[in-house]
């Protein structure tokens, strides 16, 4: 995946910079490498994993049989006389 960079700066505790330094020197990365791949995987893998969770049950109840018509149920629930009352309608 290709990512437009933006540049930030960020202050960082001696004992986190040094652990960072430590880490990236393991690992033959950067720092910079370590702080994005713990934003993306922080801020946002959750909301990857929702989206996919929630496309997972996509139409899921569209073979029920023991479901009313969705469209007859929407209807009937706006037959009440609560507009009536208000003097809207």
Not at 47 to 69: Q, Y
Request: no cysteine; net charge positive.
């Amino acid at each position: 995946m290709l990512y437009i960079m933006k540049r930030t700066q960020l202050y960082l505790d001696e004992d986190l910079w040094q652990a960072l330094h430590t880490k990236a020197a393991i690992e033959k990365t950067t720092v910079s490498d370590l702080v994005r791949t713990a934003a993306r995987e922080r801020y946002l893998e959750d909301s990857d994993k929702r989206r996919e969770a929630l496309m997972g049950i996509v139409g899921i109840w569209k073979d029920r049989t023991d479901l009313p018509d969705t469209e007859t149920y929407v209807r009937n629930l706006r037959k009440g006389s609560r507009l009536k009352r208000l003097g809207i309608v």
